[in-house]
């Protein structure tokens, strides 16, 4: 009986390593080039909404409309891919405003380099 009993555990453990460790069949198929283009735009076009949506002149403003950030977020994940492309173009065409000390302090930089070059002469000598 004991005998009996340590078969029926020793096939059971068997089976059961047998069906762990065997490997699943697996399905594989061609993914379209337009499919794979489409998926990248999408997270491109996303990643471009996520930018302009982590500023904090972006957040402040949408916290006194009264819209969470994260709601903001998540609105703009469930946009269909045609209109997550549009806002994204609408976000390039937009005046740009917030990193006006950056332009600035590259137009500086710029001259600084043509006047130490001699190209122009901003700052005359006497």
């Known amino acids: 009986m004991i005998l009996s009993f340590r078969r029926g555990v ?18 594989a198929a061609m993914i379209g080039t337009p499919a794979a283009v489409a998926a990248t735009t999408r997270a491109a076009n996303l990643a471009r909404v996520d930018s302009v949506l982590a500023r904090a002149d972006v957040q402040r403003h949408l ?47 710029v001259l600084m380099i043509l006047e130490f070059t001699g190209v ?7």
């Open 10 to 27: 020793v096939a059971l453990s068997l089976l059961a390593f047998l069906t762990a460790v065997s490997p699943s069949p697996a399905s």
């Open 120 to 126: 122009i002469d901003i700052f005359k000598k006497a």
């Open 63 to 109: 916290t006194d409309l009264g819209v969470a950030p994260q709601a903001a977020h998540d609105r703009a994940a469930a946009l269909t891919d045609a209109e997550l492309a549009n806002f994204a173009v609408q976000l390039d065409k937009a005046p740009a405003g917030g990193d006006i000390l950056a332009i600035i302090g590259a137009v500086f930089v």
